[in-house]
């Protein structure tokens, strides 16, 4: 899909994405052959001649230590036990934060309790916060200044979904919160 620079599946008709994202924003019309978006992945991401590392530790002042420990708390919190796994993924890798805001989502569409919906709507929100916006943040600010390209793009969809989806659970979770008080 990228090496074509058809981004079809994500451009649907009547305008799926949420929050009134317009793909008319980000410039996906770059062409590229696979060899050479091979190329350009490998160079730009992955280990031993990264440019752009996918590790929240990378654009956070804090120790990798401090943010390990809140994320293990997060994940323990809501059910997940990483210690005696098999995941080659650090914790604060980016596949590994997505996939846990995945997780929380589908937990909040199998959840019948309302007090339940709420605390993971603020978990996601707590998350997102702390951890998730200010790597795809930092990750969309490097890929930016390098102009690598569709990446760059994506990265700032990315950015830009986080940004509002952070925004809405927001408002979800303060409304919840008022409603639950006055009751």
């Known amino acids: ?23 008319d924003n980000y410039r996906f019309a770059t062409v590229m052959d696979l060899a050479d978006l091979s ?6 991401f992955e280990v031993g001649n990264s440019q752009v590392p996918f590790h929240e530790r990378d654009y956070s002042r804090d120790a990798a230590s401090k ?9 323990e919190h809501f059910g997940l036990d990483l210690k005696d796994n098999d995941n080659t993924n650090w914790p604060d890798s980016i596949l590994m934060e997505l996939d846990f805001m995945h997780y929380l ?7 019948v309790n309302e007090d339940d919906i709420l605390a993971l709507q603020r978990g996601q ?5 702390r951890h998730l916006a200010p790597l795809v943040s930092g990750l969309a600010g490097k890929l930016s200044v ?10 700032k969809l990315m950015n830009d ?16 919160l008022a409603v639950a ?3």
């Open 1 to 23: 899909m990228l090496s074509e620079g058809s981004f079809a599946c994500i451009r649907p008709e009547g305008g799926v994405l949420p929050y009134g994202l317009s793909l």
């Open 105 to 111: 989502s589908h937990l909040e569409s199998i959840a």
């Open 67 to 75: 943010i390990f420990e809140d994320l293990f708390r997060f994940y």
């Open 39 to 44: 190329q350009v992945y490998s160079s730009s």
């Open 125 to 129: 929100r707590d998350f997102l916060q």
């Open 161 to 176: 979904f986080v940004t509002h989806e952070h925004a809405a659970l927001s408002r979800k979770v303060d409304g919840l």
């Open 181 to 183: 008080m006055v009751e």
């Open 146 to 155: 390098l102009k690598i390209t569709p990446y760059d793009q994506l990265s």
